[in-house]
């Protein structure tokens, strides 16, 4: 089946740790993003990528690393300087970024992190 | 103001009713519409789309797009206890690079049976 992983499912962290965030995609898409979702809030884009070896902030990536460095995979981290960490965390993929028309972007099942 | 604006609810129907839902926009150049619905602690998934004004149906689903006004409304009929999710109005900003989603903050709907 092709879509989009996530893991872990849930994830703890103590303050002033840093935590990685895994995102994998089977669905040969080009393009893939990482969401922030607070309650009442909606889904906030952290950073995405279009291509490999490339990747661009979002509108909130103030605490927060990416890398790209396969096609199939987007992971975040969660830095220590970032001050707010715990929400719901969602990746997507498309399979292309911008152009003429709207790419259908895909979501996976998210993480939950929180900071104890 | 932000660029995209829903009524977060709670809304509560009983089974079978209409459900209705809105948000609005603030930049006129928006051409496409989205709606996501989110199961809770799922991740979204698209439910229509519509391009310029108008309206899309499908099924028990109705999206409509009032570009004047600048406001998009999604209609479920008949809906059932399944439907009780959070639905997210989505706006890409196709002509930025990286086809990036604006999303309204979801309303949350309750079908009671």
């Known amino acids: 089946d092709g879509g989009i992983t996530q893991s872990p499912k849930y994830l703890f962290r103590k303050e002033g740790q840093n935590v990685t965030l895994s995102c994998e995609q089977n669905?040969?898409?080009?393009?893939m993003y990482w969401y922030r979702q607070d309650p009442g809030q909606g889904l906030r884009l952290i950073y995405y990528?279009?291509?490999?070896?490339?990747?661009q902030k979002g509108d909130i990536a103030e605490g927060y690393s990416v890398s790209r460095e396969k096609k199939e995979s987007f992971p975040l981290t969660v830095t220590s300087a970032q001050k707010n960490p715990t929400a719901f965390y969602l990746c997507?993929?498309?399979?292309?970024?911008?152009?003429?028309?709207?790419?259908?972007?895909?979501f996976g099942p998210g993480t939950r992190l929180t900071v104890l | 103001q932000k660029e995209v604006e829903q009524d977060p609810g709670p809304l509560s129907v009983p089974e079978g009713a209409i459900v209705s839902l809105n948000c609005t926009y603030s930049?006129?150049?928006?051409?496409?519409f989205m709606w996501y619905r989110q199961y809770s602690r799922k991740g979204p998934e698209l439910l229509m789309y519509?391009?310029?004004?108008g309206n899309k149906e499908d099924g028990r689903f109705t999206a409509q797009v009032d570009k004047s006004s600048k406001y998009i409304s999604l209609f479920i009929r008949d809906s059932q206890p399944s439907d009780s999710a959070t639905y997210l109005c989505?706006?890409?900003?196709?002509?930025?690079?990286?086809?990036?989603?604006?999303f309204g903050g979801g309303t949350r709907v309750l079908v009671k049976p």
């Open positions: 990528s279009q291509i490999v070896n490339d990747f």
């Open positions: 519509t391009y310029s004004s």
């Open positions: 930049n006129s150049a928006f051409q496409y």
């Open positions: 997507a993929s498309s399979i292309g970024a911008g152009g003429s028309s709207y790419n259908e972007q895909f």
């Open positions: 989505a706006i890409p900003a196709i002509k930025a690079a990286g086809n990036k989603l604006t």
């Open positions: 669905l040969n898409h080009d393009a």
